[in-house]
């Protein structure tokens, strides 16, 4: 079956360490995201691709790093520089270049990053 | 620049009870409308999505929204809620030609019995 896979699901880090997350699609499309979700605060966009080795800012891009070499691929580092890590992430993909794009996001199940 | 309002955080509501859930949009130009349910510890799920047409918009699980163009709003609605229903709903709003995806803050949904 089509979809996204985020891995790890839960991750336990301490103060100070980088840390990476994985998302894997494999429904053919150009666009992948990164969304960090806290309690209350809705889902906050933090880098985005859209096409392979090009990547752009989010809302809440400071302190995270991305790479974009596959297209199936959109890993997520959440660096030292990341003052408060603690939280829900997610990944989401769509295919904005075709005919009557709706905007509509595919989402993974998330990884969430506990920081001790 | 589009924008999403959802104007309960919080929405508790007794098992087998009808319930609303209320979205505003601003938008200067059509708009496309969705919501999604997130259940603890899982990714988002489309619910339904209003794209043209019918303004009345059926979707999964029992639930339906209506858009309303002159209110600028797309409630979600369900006549008779299960405790299973219990998750946060969250509705989306793109602009016509582009694809970036708006989110509103998030309704939490409290179903008890």
């Known amino acids: 079956d089509g979809g996204i896979t985020q891995s790890p699901k839960y991750l336990f880090r301490k103060e100070g360490q980088n840390v990476t997350l994985s998302c894997e699609q494999n429904?053919?499309?150009?666009?992948m995201y990164w969304y960090r979700q806290d309690p209350g605060q809705g889902l906050r966009l933090i880098y985005y691709s859209q096409i392979v080795n090009d990547f752009q800012k989010g809302d809440i891009a400071e302190g995270y790093s991305v790479s974009r070499e596959k297209k199936e691929s959109f890993p997520l580092t959440v660096t030292s520089a990341q003052k408060n890590p603690t939280a829900f992430y997610l990944c989401?993909?769509?295919?904005?270049?075709?005919?009557?794009?709706?905007?509509?996001?595919?989402f993974g199940e998330g990884s969430r990053l506990t920081v001790l | 620049a589009q924008s999403v309002t959802q104007l309960d955080s919080q929405v508790p509501v007794f098992e087998e009870a009808p319930v609303e859930l209320r979205c505003n949009y601003s938008?200067?130009?059509?708009?496309?409308l969705f919501w999604y349910v997130q259940y603890p510890n899982q990714g988002l799920q489309l619910l339904l999505k209003y794209l043209s047409g019918s303004t009345l918009v059926k979707g999964i699980n029992g639930f339906e929204a209506e858009f309303n163009k002159s209110q600028t709003s797309f409630h979600l609605r369900k006549p008779s809620v299960h405790i299973s229903d219990t998750a946060e709903y969250f509705c989306a709003v793109s602009e016509s030609g582009y694809s970036t995806l708006t989110f509103g803050k998030g309704t939490m949904l409290l179903v008890s019995p």
């Open positions: 429904l053919n499309h150009d666009a």
């Open positions: 989401a993909s769509n295919n904005p270049g075709l005919l009557g794009h709706t905007g509509e996001l595919f």
């Open positions: 938008s200067s130009v059509s708009v496309y």
